[in-house]
């Protein structure tokens, strides 16, 4: 498989432009340590055969420690897990987002992340 990487930078805060609410879409903080965050991880891993998908315990526990400052959020649509976002924040204050995706199962053609 042929490996695309992306950059997108953007470098005032007037470039970040709001999409139109989706109903029943939440994007909230989540705990590093709970089981959603491997669980979640892995189900959308498995849709693009990342490694994620196939982690055991032992090495979600490496990857956590390799990136301490690592944040988590959550996305949700109608109460269901549905996605992930994961931060690593830079000390000269920037955020590089390292996860971006939905699951493939989220049908929905008006969520884009």
């Known amino acids: 498989m042929k490996e ?13 432009v709001p ?10 903080p989540v705990d590093r340590g709970s089981p959603l965050v491997p669980s979640v ?10 490694k994620s998908a196939k982690r055991t315990e032992e090495e979600w526990a490496a990857w956590f420690a390799k990136h301490p400052d ?12 549905a996605g992930m976002v994961t931060c690593d924040p830079s000390p000269d204050g920037s955020v590089e987002i390292v996860t971006d995706r ?9 969520i884009t992340i």
Not at 4 to 15: D, F, K, L, N, R
Not at 41 to 50: F, M, P, V
């Open 102 to 110: 939905k699951s493939t199962r989220l049908n929905s053609s008006h």
């Open 19 to 28: 999409a139109a609410p989706v109903p029943g879409l939440t994007l909230g």
């Open 4 to 16: 695309i990487v992306t950059y997108v930078e953007m470098t005032a805060p007037g470039q970040l």
């Open 41 to 50: 991880l892995a189900r959308i891993g498995a849709d693009y055969d990342w």
């Open 70 to 81: 690592r944040s988590c959020w959550l996305l949700s649509f109608e109460g269901e897990p």
